[in-house]
């Protein structure tokens, strides 16, 4: 769709049906790493401060309590 559109084509022209836009969907989720969707809920602010604790090492653990 993006080459048709880069082609010149109008978008108001292209057709894509629910089967299309959910592989284009599963496609792309498949292609973000776990590490940029925490990434982009850190930036949001809107979670409580938490370590995760498979981050942490049994040393450090014990440091924060």
Known sequence: MLKQVEAGQLVQDLKMNVLQAIQYIIRSWDEISADTIQNCWNHTEILPNTFFLDDISS????RLI
């Open 59 to 62: 040393e450090n653990l014990f």
